[in-house]
């Protein structure tokens, strides 16, 4: 069973870094798309960010230029660096894989079935 296992939310200050991880178990993504989403209270969820197998990448507009994904695919690990923070991405945010994927990269949420369990990330002003 695939599990996906999200760390590094936190705390931080307008301006600031934070880098997000989910480490995958129970398979080894080789073809997969994969994707991060956030959430804030009161708003719809937003993909912010993807990556697939040959480490192409696509980003929402409110986030292009500021974060970043990435993929250590020897420790089945994807990251979300987010520089330059606002107080606006404050949301929960997610991970999400869908494995045997053949095609670019996709934010829409309806097509991953594996899901982490969340990372809360709060910018102050």
């Known amino acids: 069973q695939v599990q996906l296992v999200e760390s590094g939310g936190g705390s931080v200050q307008a301006g600031g870094s934070l880098r997000l991880s989910c480490r995958v178990s129970g398979a080894t993504p080789t073809t997969y798309s994969m994707a991060w989403f956030r959430q804030a209270p009161g708003k719809e969820r937003e993909g912010v960010a993807c990556?697939?197998?040959?480490?192409?990448?696509n980003y929402a507009d409110s986030v292009k230029g500021r974060f970043t994904a990435s993929a250590d695919n020897a420790r089945k690990t994807f990251y979300l660096q987010m520089n330059s923070l606002k107080p606006d991405d404050t949301a929960m945010y997610y991970c999400?894989?869908?494995?045997?994927?053949?095609?670019?990269?996709?934010?829409?949420?309806?097509?991953?079935?594996?899901w982490g369990q969340g990372a809360r990330v709060t910018v102050s002003s």
């Open positions: 990556i697939e197998n040959y480490l192409s990448t």
């Open positions: 999400a894989l869908i494995l045997g994927w053949d095609s670019t990269c996709s934010r829409a949420g309806d097509i991953y079935n594996n």
